[in-house]
């Protein structure tokens, strides 16, 4: 009871004379401390606010160009023409203002005007040159004249070291793409899925759309384009994400794994420790904004507004519609073990505790023999069923008493921990061991995840780890790079002892976890269990297959003259056909993130030359030269679309605000009631030269599909087009 009084910053008693205050000094410096940290947070991000607002200049710049007027002035040179001496002049007269000190106000006042304009004027230039893409279609290797202007310009406009929000409003906006365009490109990739007579009615309503309903329609989206930073995003994040009422566990949520051939220490807690302290480092930097924006040929940033919601955030259940909850700041983590729920504060005296203290208190989490209060164990599955009858169970169970500030210290979290009681990961030779890996990443229990927090650190009892993240806020790429500087750093920077702890002596005065209080009724214990049964349905019924292909990596890919992502989306194509014997709409995810808050775009892979591809490695008459050529058409034909999506002219994202628009204003369009999917969900990871993880998923409930067939297939349509280029799998080793 010592530590659990140190949190408490005084006590009273009454007493016949009165009250009677015990204060704590510790508390009291604890708080001291904390209000100290919290201040300096508060200036840094002042300061970097500034930076970013005038990048690509710089304070240094302001005091020469300052320094520079002053001594032209004072050297009988005006470069102000007569602006100094006006600016003194409409100063006020005072004795504490001798005629000299008035001129050198009015020079830092004419000064701060010039810096700001050239400030202005060169950001301006920058979100110019930041609107050129030019670049991304010329050929490999080879580069115009007008290109090289652009690098160089480019170089010396963001000379300075950027900050994380530097390029921000300095970033174009999404472009609308002209309907005509939109709407040939999409009977251009419906082609090869349909038959002379069903692409002749295909025609004859886009035909309709573009003359009767599209012009109106396109006006709106134009407007909208013109007030808000992007066109697509908010509508995106409003209606495919937060107006879902379906499960967000297994159809939107998505997972992210461990090292696959490492593991730093077997010790759970040690793990948690190093993973979740490499975690605040990462926030801290993200707070600061001193981690750089991801660049493209290292000049050409990337928007980075999906980083602000990393963390501190929640996905809040609605009857109609779900909204985010994002705090500035949280000082607490909500963790999960064996049905009960832990509030663990991240810092004493105003800094974050060390890994060893992590430990510590994960151990301690661990070594708590408690059991789970009546209906606290499968709580969490009311984040893995429907919307609505977690909202309404939100509104009638947990908006009052215990129950609200315990689900107030998960919501408000920095993020959520499981420290879960299965062993997980990779084990050579041990077949279907990434199978189930993946499966326990992406559902779990479908109670031991809290699906709707930003992202939930998953650390398993042998150690390994991972983690399942919420898709409303941000992409899967932006998980991935805290995902990577994590691993990093709890790897090569924070290290373990010999015996596979945290380093350091951890401070064994902490106040404990606090155990999370619930009072949960028996009606909310039959909405929980609801929850879980649909959830367990959903969990059960997915088919997965994940896959090491390590016969060859992107190192061969490359000889082949082509993109290692054309080369995998060909191959998916061609496995596709062999597996079920038919072509079917392909969708990749692209990024959009060229533009001011882009998320993504969709690039439809199963094009006439791809399918003309595919039918050529089935048909005995064709030549390896044929084969190859086509191939060639099918990647060059992948590559182009890739970046017409990149660069804001892809179909899906237009066809989709144009639906909006139209459901805004009351229209039905047979065409736009086209927009349908059925089948397998792929990822893969390009890790190294010479690896590729494959994940694919289908349903068990599906007689058409099979994941561990589908994976098959893809192992050996890669085979067969390396083969095809004289690359075979054996000679990528040589």
């Known amino acids: 009871m010592a530590e659990a009084h140190q949190a408490v910053a005084f006590q009273f008693t009454v007493t016949p004379e009165g009250l009677d205050f015990h204060l704590s000094r510790e508390a009291v410096r604890q708080l001291y401390l904390a209000g100290i940290s919290?201040?300096?947070?508060?200036?840094?991000?002042?300061?970097?606010?500034?930076?970013?607002?005038?990048?690509?200049?710089?304070?240094?710049?302001?005091?020469?160009?300052?320094?520079?007027?002053?001594?032209?002035?004072?050297?009988?040179?005006?470069?102000?023409?007569?602006?100094?001496?006006?600016?003194?002049?409409?100063?006020?007269?005072?004795?504490?203002?001798?005629?000299?000190?008035?001129?050198?106000?009015?020079?830092?006042?004419?000064?701060?005007?010039?810096?700001?304009?050239?400030v202005l004027l060169f950001r301006q230039a920058l979100k110019l040159l930041l609107s050129y893409h030019g670049w991304m279609f010329e050929p490999h290797g080879k580069m115009s004249r007008s290109t090289r202007i652009w690098v160089a310009l480019m170089k010396v406009l963001s000379i300075r070291k950027p900050l994380l929000y530097s390029f921000q409003t300095s970033l174009p906006k999404l472009p609308v793409p002209p309907v005509e365009a939109t709407i040939t490109r999409y009977l251009e990739s419906v082609r090869p899925l349909m038959d002379d007579e069903k692409y002749s009615k295909m025609e004859a309503l886009a035909k309709e759309f573009k003359e009767k309903t599209a012009p109106r329609l396109q006006k709106y989206l134009i407007l909208k384009s013109?007030?808000?930073?992007?066109y697509v995003s908010d509508w995106w994040e409003q209606y495919i994400y937060l107006h879902g009422r379906s499960p967000l566990m297994v159809n939107s949520n998505y997972y992210a794994m461990d090292f696959l051939y490492v593991t730093p220490s077997h010790i759970q807690a040690a793990r948690a420790g190093n993973m979740v302290h490499?975690?605040?480092?990462?926030?801290?930097?993200?707070?600061?904004?001193?981690?750089?924006?991801?660049?493209?040929?290292?000049?050409?940033?990337?928007?980075?507004?999906?980083?602000?919601?990393?963390?501190?955030?929640?996905?809040?259940?609605?009857?109609?519609?779900?909204?985010?909850?994002?705090?500035?700041?949280?000082?607490?983590?909500?963790?999960?073990?064996?049905g009960r729920f832990y509030k663990v504060w991240l810092y004493y005296g105003g800094q974050p505790l060390q890994p060893c203290d992590l430990e510590l208190q994960f151990q301690r989490?661990?070594?708590?023999?408690?059991?789970?209060?009546?209906?606290?164990?499968?709580?969490?599955a009311l984040t893995a069923g429907e919307r609505v009858p977690w909202a309404e169970a939100r509104a009638r169970f947990f908006s009052h008493g215990k129950n609200k500030v315990s689900l107030d210290a998960i919501e408000r979290a920095a993020f959520f921990l499981t420290l879960d009681e299965e062993e997980h990961g990779y084990v050579a030779g041990k077949e279907g061991c990434m199978d189930t890996y993946a499966k326990s990443l992406l559902h779990g229990q479908c109670y031991d995840r809290w699906f709707d927090k930003s992202f939930t650190l998953v650390v398993y009892k042998n150690g390994k780890l991972g983690a399942n993240a919420e898709h409303s806020w941000a992409d899967a790429p932006i998980i991935g790079h805290l995902w990577e500087f994590a691993l990093a750093t709890e790897k090569f920077q924070l290290g373990y002892t010999d015996r596979g702890h945290c380093r350091g002596e951890p401070n064994t005065q902490l106040a404990p976890p606090q155990r999370l209080q619930w009072d949960i009724p028996q009606e909310c214990r039959d909405t929980i269990e609801s929850s879980y049964r649909l959830a367990k349905a959903l969990a059960d019924d997915v088919d997965f297959?994940?896959?090491?292909?390590?016969?060859?990596?992107?190192?061969?890919?490359?000889?082949?003259r082509t993109s290692p992502d054309a080369f995998i989306q060909i191959s998916l194509q061609l496995a596709h056909f062999r597996d079920k014997g038919c072509f079917c709409l392909t969708y990749e995810a692209s990024m959009t993130?060229?533009?001011?808050?882009?998320?993504?775009?969709?690039?439809?892979?199963?094009?006439?030359?791809?399918?003309?591809?595919?039918?050529?490695?089935?048909?005995?008459?064709?030549?390896?030269?044929?084969?190859?050529?086509?191939?060639?058409?099918?990647?060059?034909?992948?590559?182009?679309?890739?970046?017409?999506?990149?660069?804001?002219?892809?179909?899906?994202?237009?066809?989709?605000?144009?639906?909006?628009?139209?459901?805004?204003?009351?229209?039905?369009?047979?065409?736009?009631?086209?927009?349908?999917?059925?089948?397998?969900?792929?990822?893969?990871?390009?890790?190294?030269?010479?690896l590729i993880?494959?994940?694919?998923?289908?349903?068990?409930?599906?007689?058409?599909?099979?994941?561990?067939?589908?994976?098959?297939?893809?192992?050996?349509?890669?085979?067969?087009?390396?083969?095809?280029?004289?690359?075979?799998?054996?000679k990528a080793g040589k």
């Open 38 to 118: 919290s201040w300096k947070k508060r200036l840094v991000r002042a300061k970097n606010s500034f930076l970013t607002g005038v990048y690509p200049a710089s304070p240094s710049s302001w005091m020469v160009v300052v320094m520079a007027t002053a001594g032209s002035f004072y050297c009988q040179v005006d470069p102000s023409l007569g602006m100094i001496a006006r600016i003194r002049h409409c100063l006020p007269e005072s004795r504490l203002l001798s005629y000299e000190s008035r001129t050198m106000v009015s020079t830092v006042i004419f000064s701060t005007g010039a810096w700001l304009s050239a």
């Open 226 to 230: 013109w007030w808000t930073t992007n």
């Open 278 to 338: 490499a975690i605040l480092m990462y926030r801290r930097k993200l707070d600061r904004g001193e981690i750089p924006p991801m660049m493209a040929l290292g000049i050409v940033p990337m928007c980075s507004y999906q980083s602000e919601r990393m963390f501190n955030t929640t996905r809040i259940p609605g009857k109609e519609t779900d909204t985010l909850l994002h705090l500035v700041d949280s000082k607490h983590l909500a963790v999960y073990h064996k």
């Open 365 to 380: 989490i661990l070594d708590d023999p408690s059991p789970p209060q009546p209906g606290e164990e499968r709580l969490a």
């Open 545 to 560: 297959c994940c896959f090491q292909f390590s016969e060859f990596g992107k190192g061969l890919i490359k000889k082949c």
């Open 593 to 690: 993130r060229l533009f001011r808050e882009g998320r993504t775009e969709t690039v439809r892979s199963c094009t006439a030359e791809s399918t003309a591809f595919v039918r050529s490695m089935g048909d005995a008459r064709k030549t390896r030269a044929e084969r190859q050529r086509l191939f060639k058409l099918a990647a060059d034909k992948h590559q182009h679309m890739y970046r017409l999506a990149m660069t804001g002219a892809g179909i899906d994202r237009h066809l989709f605000c144009l639906y909006v628009v139209s459901r805004y204003l009351g229209i039905q369009s047979p065409f736009l009631a086209q927009v349908a999917d059925d089948g397998y969900g792929v990822s893969y990871i390009i890790a190294g030269e010479n």
């Open 693 to 730: 993880t494959f994940h694919v998923s289908s349903k068990f409930s599906s007689s058409e599909t099979d994941s561990k067939r589908f994976g098959r297939n893809i192992r050996q349509a890669m085979l067969d087009i390396a083969e095809l280029f004289d690359k075979p799998a054996e």
